[in-house]
């Protein structure tokens, strides 16, 4: 009930809006942590994470080239995404988002996520309608998500279109991000200058060498964004937070 208040807000309420976005985001979230991704990967012959994260969360995409699905995830660098080479040959999209679906099952059942039928079809008459209604232009994730037929487990079925609205406010926040000059290596730069992107983790994760991290820097504090040190100003500060709210 708190939550469909929260929806009903939503259209006039800039924080309902970020309140409904925290608890979305939260609940697909968990995907790219549980052991379970991993296992069914495994599964398919993929043990390396790099090429299974690609591979599992590009899959509505279609058997689509390594460039395709680095456009669509847009913080990524090249070196990174071009890991997911040769999936498509290990096995089908389809197989790896039947794969995703399983991860996503086993890993509710082992906590004990438990909701009564009564409580899927509250939250589905919340959810079906922006899912059924969403304008997908220039939303690549979502639209490919939106395509994907809906497993027969109502559970996995109410995560999979939460999935949906996760990649649509994504696809939105790339139009942001792309609209305010702000490159792929710079927003990973920003986000961990201002403390909400551990650096060791997007520096892992995400690739970008030393010389690219550089020169993001430099773009950084040419705006106003960073200091010299790499430390975020209050100007980079309030423009992280702008884009946020633009996202939002």
């Given at each position: 009930?708190?939550?469909?208040?929260?929806?009903?807000?939503?259209?006039?309420?800039?924080?309902?809006?970020?309140?409904?976005?925290?608890?979305?985001?939260?609940?697909?979230?968990?995907?790219?942590?549980?052991?379970?991704?991993?296992?069914?990967?495994?599964?398919?012959?993929?043990?390396?994470?790099?090429?299974?994260?690609?591979?599992?969360?590009s899959?509505?995409?279609?058997?689509?080239?390594?460039?395709?699905?680095?456009?669509?995830?847009?913080?990524?660098?090249?070196?990174?995404?071009?890991?997911?080479?040769?999936?498509?040959?290990?096995?089908?999209?389809?197989?790896?988002?039947?794969?995703?679906?399983?991860?996503?099952?086993?890993?509710?059942?082992?906590?004990?996520?438990?909701?009564?039928?009564?409580?899927?079809?509250?939250?589905?008459?919340?959810?079906d309608?922006?899912?059924?209604?969403?304008d997908?232009?220039?939303?690549?994730?979502?639209?490919?998500?939106?395509?994907?037929?809906?497993?027969?487990?109502?559970?996995?079925?109410?995560?999979?279109?939460?999935?949906?609205?996760?990649?649509?406010?994504?696809?939105?926040h790339?139009?942001?991000?792309?609209?305010?000059?702000?490159?792929?290596?710079?927003?990973?730069?920003?986000?961990t200058?201002?403390?909400?992107?551990?650096?060791?983790?997007?520096?892992?994760?995400?690739?970008?060498?030393?010389?690219?991290?550089?020169?993001?820097?430099?773009?950084?504090?040419?705006?106003?964004?960073?200091?010299?040190?790499?430390?975020?100003?209050?100007?980079?500060?309030?423009?992280?937070?702008?884009?946020?709210?633009?996202?939002?």
């Amino acid at each position: 009930m708190h939550l469909a208040n929260t929806f009903a807000r939503a259209d006039t309420d800039l924080n309902a809006v970020r309140e409904v976005s925290l608890t979305v985001n939260a609940t697909h979230l968990f995907v790219y942590f549980i052991p379970e991704a991993p296992e069914e990967a495994a599964k398919l012959g993929v043990t390396e994470y790099a090429p299974a994260y690609f591979a599992l969360r590009s899959a509505p995409m279609g058997a689509v080239p390594w460039q395709v699905t680095l456009a669509a995830f847009y913080n990524f660098s090249p070196r990174s995404v071009r890991a997911m080479a040769g999936v498509w040959d290990t096995a089908s999209p389809q197989e790896w988002q039947a794969a995703r679906f399983a991860a996503v099952d086993r890993a509710m059942r082992r906590v004990g996520v438990s909701l009564t039928a009564d409580q899927i079809a509250e939250a589905r008459s919340l959810i079906d309608p922006v899912v059924a209604s969403a304008d997908h232009a220039g939303k690549t994730m979502a639209a490919a998500n939106a395509s994907v037929p809906l497993p027969d487990d109502p559970l996995v079925a109410l995560w999979q279109h939460i999935t949906v609205l996760r990649e649509w406010r994504g696809d939105a926040h790339i139009t942001v991000l792309a609209a305010g000059g702000l490159g792929p290596c710079d927003c990973n730069v920003l986000q961990t200058a201002t403390g909400h992107f551990p650096e060791a983790i997007a520096r892992a994760t995400r690739l970008w060498d030393d010389e690219e991290v550089a020169a993001a820097t430099t773009r950084l504090v040419a705006r106003g964004w960073l200091d010299a040190d790499g430390t975020a100003t209050d100007a980079g500060i309030a423009a992280r937070e702008q884009i946020e709210v633009e996202t939002d």
